[in-house]
């Protein structure tokens, strides 16, 4: 019998070592996406050609601001980057469950429509977007030592969100455009810092997110 081993009980005893996995950046694909999401959301806010009606945000709200970004929270996870992976997916699942509100079949809308009070629902939607205003305000106290335009777009969403609210607190139609005009100025800030982490330097150009001091100086 040959004292010499095949190469298959080689590759056992001496199994090859793994391939390390290098990870893209999914910042850009998150950032893309909710920015592409809030941008329909907010042109229907403010009534754009006429349109009051934001049901056709449902798709978006499912497979791109929601699926699309739980995605990239799931892989800014594997790069260790925590904050990434935890407001990308936290806002991945604030688009889901925004189109379950407006999807006919989930039953929400049509559960106040046969409540003894109807009018009920704009301060529960309120209630809704007063618990993300929050949430946004964690992350924009977060991103102080991180950028300057990430900084500009949590600061510029946790008015958006604080407007809206009051909108539907009061159930004022004008306040509820003024909210649909930051959530705008919101996602041409997310598109700029998408863009900017997009861009490398094998790239004709880059653009900048802003420094901070740093804490030492």
């Not at 791109?64 to 935890?86: I, P, R, S, V």
């Not at 604030?94 to 109807?118: M, Q, R, T, V």
Request: proline share 4%.
């Amino acid at each position: 019998m040959s004292s010499k081993m095949s190469d298959v009980e080689a590759h056992y005893v001496h199994p090859v070592a793994p391939r390390r996995l290098k990870l893209g950046n999914p910042g850009p694909l998150g950032l893309f996406s909710f920015a592409s999401t809030t941008l329909i959301l907010s042109l229907y806010n403010v009534h754009a050609r006429g349109i009051d009606t934001p049901n056709v945000v449902v798709g978006m709200a499912l497979f791109c601001g929601g699926l699309a970004q739980l995605l990239a929270g799931m892989w800014e996870f594997a790069t260790g980057n925590t904050f990434g992976a935890t407001a990308f997916t936290s806002y991945g699942a604030f688009w889901l469950s925004f189109a379950a509100l407006l999807i006919p079949g989930s039953g929400i809308g049509e559960a106040y429509a046969s409540s003894a009070n109807p009018a009920k629902e704009g301060d529960a939607i309120a209630i809704y977007l007063t618990a993300w205003a929050i949430v946004t305000f964690l992350f924009f106290i977060a991103t102080l030592r991180k950028s300057i335009g990430l900084s500009l777009l949590f600061c510029s969403l946790t008015v958006t969100f604080v407007v809206l609210a009051i909108a539907d607190y009061r159930g004022n139609d004008n306040i509820g455009k003024t909210g649909g005009a930051f959530g705008i100025l919101t996602a041409l800030i997310a598109y700029y810092c998408g863009l900017a982490e997009l861009l490398t330097e094998d790239d004709l150009f880059t653009i900048p997110l802003g420094k901070y001091a740093s804490k030492n100086a």
